[in-house]
């Protein structure tokens, strides 16, 4: 009899009668095939989008941070909105690799390698944000603590935006690191069934000569283990941090204290809807229902409807406080100029798509409808967007002196940036689709005996039987 | 780095592989390794391996992280060049806390995964003997080292009664080497290539 035993009652993981050899050819087999139509299109409507926005970037630092529509009043715009909503689409990836590693939940397997591919991808947009955002890039590296000429003048390690360095560059390196450690055995797969001489060679390169030795499986998971430990705290430090570049200032709207944990939530919120968003596409088109279930899907509209909530909840606390408070430049700014005033609409949007909307997914109905579940990761990604643009641009552009109230509607440079990296995101994505195992192969391996659908069926004898004799067979096992 | 004679058996299922190491433990041979798709819980113990130290590893280098940032950061406020913020106080230590807590994940996640490149001796360019193409698929691949005490024939019927299939001898270099996977470029078979050109 086998050790390893899960309940019947849980949904399985991996559908259909899989055995080892099957999952390999599922997995690896697009890999080795050439890409579709679908694709090509896609790769080339990405790659233009990035053209775009490398000329965009190009007209901005040509001619100065002028040709943005950023003024005197409003100094933050499309740029950092855009950054916070990337850094956070990003988190969905961690807390799905690290997270739930950590607390044992088999269905990461089925998603964590495209999550996390996809925290990756949206780290690089993002990082692209703020240093453009400097006006002379050629001068970004001024935010390093190096020994400099110039005394040397240090840079100001008391400020939220230097934490925000810090914090950006050790998230985006540790989660390439964890993702990487991931994908080395699955290159070794890839490479020992490669029948063309390049592709052994290439793969044998990206697996680093990964053998599958025992003793080195168990350094891999110590590894992943106290990675996924590190991860976790790092992952809310993240969004923390970047929620510090709004809170430790004076502005009405931005000086709260519960914007560390509104921000993680959020940002988690938006990352499960943009891996919804990519998934529900990837698993069509390559062929992977059996293995990124409805199951899995519904598992992360529950995560999806849990932080939809607490952002909603830290929404109206905000109200709350503004009123309670007493302050009248916080109560004006949520009260006359966020919830009403010219930019009113947007705090609207915000609301209809991150507190309304997504409770549809109490019901079950919803949650396992792959049509409802896309629509409703775009409508959130939108609301994400849209929260960064009110609480930057709504806190700002009625400020203490009424002569310099503005308005703000970005120019198309700014536009053009935003586009971009959405296709920066889609070419690195779309590689990765066609060049990577886009699902982790030895991890659904090592969860198919317990959860895959044809190996659950066989336990449900076991199901029948008494608990003592099931534990003295497992005692006498071998 | 040496080279060795192997026999090699392939399993098809963990539950098949288990009792089969613990024979060969028992019956005495040199097991080389098994090679597995994926990590197989509890065959590490199986194979009497000691538990990885790795952690202790990442422990330390997480350590010496916090020093260097609580250390540089304070020594560039107070000594190097002491700077008036806003009257705030030269050793904040609160503020210091997210650079500190960065810098100490950042120097255990890099420094653990160094170590484990290391340990294994895996990096880019580096090859090793692949006992059998679907060692990283399906198939659990048990190696079974020879040595002047063991008879190769009895060890391939021993195989073959703990469950094994498609057993094979194999001569095969033990250890790394700087290589390409399309190639047959294991270094005692260059030199006998060179010995023969």
Redesign the interface.
């Known amino acids: 009899m086998?050790?390893k035993y899960e309940s019947t009652l849980r949904e399985p993981l991996v559908d259909g009668e899989k055995?080892?050899?099957q999952?390999?050819e599922d997995i690896i087999s697009p890999i080795e095939g050439k890409p579709g139509k679908l694709w090509y299109v896609g790769f080339f409507i990405s790659l233009s989008l990035l053209g775009f926005g490398a000329f965009s970037v190009f007209w901005q630092i040509y001619f100065g941070v002028g040709v943005w529509n950023l003024n005197k009043t409003i100094g933050w715009g499309w740029d950092i909105t855009n950054f916070v909503w990337w850094v956070g689409i990003g988190h969905a990836g961690t807390l799905i690799s690290a997270i739930l590693l950590l607390f044992r939940q088999g269905w990461r397997t089925g998603v964590n390698r495209a999550a996390e591919a996809m925290t990756i991808f949206a780290v690089m947009c993002a990082g692209q944000f703020p240093i453009i955002h400097m006006g002379r890039v050629w001068m970004a590296f001024f935010i390093l603590?190096y020994p400099n000429t110039r005394?040397?003048?240090?840079v100001?390690?008391?400020s939220?935006l230097?934490?925000d360095v810090?914090?950006i560059s050790?998230y985006f390196?540790?989660s390439l690191?964890?993702w990487y450690?991931g994908l080395?055995?699955d290159f070794?797969?890839v490479?020992?069934?490669a029948k063309t001489?390049?592709r052994?060679?290439l793969?044998?390169?990206?697996s680093?000569?990964?053998?599958?030795?025992?003793?080195?499986?168990?350094?891999?998971?110590?590894?992943s283990l106290?990675?996924a430990g590190?991860?976790t705290?790092?992952v809310l430090?993240v969004h923390t941090?970047v929620s510090?570049d709004f809170a430790t200032s004076v502005i009405p709207g931005w000086h709260t204290t519960i914007f560390p944990p509104y921000f993680v939530a959020g940002a988690i919120f938006s990352g499960f809807a943009m891996v919804q968003t990519l998934l529900i596409i990837t698993r069509k088109i390559l062929n992977l229902e059996q293995y990124i279930t409805i199951g899995h899907m519904e598992a992360m509209n529950k995560v999806i409807v849990l932080t939809g909530s607490v952002v909603g909840c830290a929404y109206l606390t905000e109200l709350f406080m503004a009123w309670y408070g007493a302050n009248p430049y916080e109560f004006d700014t949520f009260f006359k100029y966020r919830a009403a005033g010219p930019l009113g609409w947007s705090y609207w949007i915000m609301m209809t798509c991150n507190v309304i909307s997504p409770q549809v997914f109490w019901f079950r109905k919803m949650r396992r409808s792959i049509a409802v579940t896309f629509v409703m990761s775009i409508i959130v990604n939108i609301g994400m967007w849209f929260e960064r643009f009110v609480i930057i641009c709504t806190s700002l552009y009625r400020d203490y002196l009424p002569s310099s109230w503005s308005y703000y509607r970005p120019s198309w440079p700014e536009v053009g940036f935003y586009m971009g990296t959405f296709g920066l995101f889609f070419t690195c994505y779309f590689l990765f689709a066609k060049y990577f195992p886009v699902i982790a192969?030895?991890?659904i391996?090592?969860i198919l005996?317990t959860s895959g659908e044809n190996f659950k069926e066989k336990m449900e004898v076991y199901e029948d039987q008494s608990d003592e004799k099931f534990a003295h067979d497992v005692a006498h096992a071998? | 780095m040496a080279v060795k004679n192997f026999v090699v058996g392939l399993f098809d299922d963990e539950a098949v592989l288990f009792p089969a190491v613990k024979k060969v433990r028992t019956a005495g041979y040199k097991l080389h390794d098994v090679y597995t798709p994926f990590p197989v819980h509890g065959l590490d113990h199986a194979m009497g391996l000691r538990e990885s130290s790795l952690h202790t590893a990442g422990f330390i280098y997480g350590i010496t992280g916090t020093t260097t940032a609580l250390s540089f950061m304070s020594w560039v406020f107070n000594a190097d060049w002491p700077l008036n913020i806003g009257g705030k106080p030269h050793f904040p230590l609160p503020a210091f806390i997210p650079i500190t807590f960065e810098l100490t994940v950042l120097f255990a996640a890099v420094g653990m995964v160094m170590t484990f490149c290391w340990l294994c001796q895996i990096m880019p360019g580096v090859k090793k003997h692949i006992f059998h193409p679907r060692q990283t698929d399906d198939k659990f691949v048990m190696v079974i080292e020879l040595t002047e005490k063991t008879n190769a024939e009895e060890v391939k019927s021993f195989l073959t009664a703990a469950g094994a299939h498609d057993i094979n001898e194999q001569k095969a270099e033990a250890g790394w080497w700087f290589g390409r996977f399309d190639k047959d470029d294991e270094p005692y078979l260059r030199k006998i290539q060179t010995a023969n050109a």
């Open positions: 086998h050790l055995d080892y050899h999952v390999t603590p005394g040397p003048v240090w100001n390690f008391n939220p230097l934490w810090f914090a050790t390196t540790v690191l964890f450690s080395i055995p070794a797969t490479r020992d069934r001489k390049l052994k060679l793969y044998g390169v990206a680093f000569g990964w053998t599958g030795s025992t003793k080195h499986w168990q350094r891999h998971e110590a590894l106290v990675l590190l991860a705290p790092l430090s941090i510090f192969v030895a991890e391996k090592s005996k071998h």
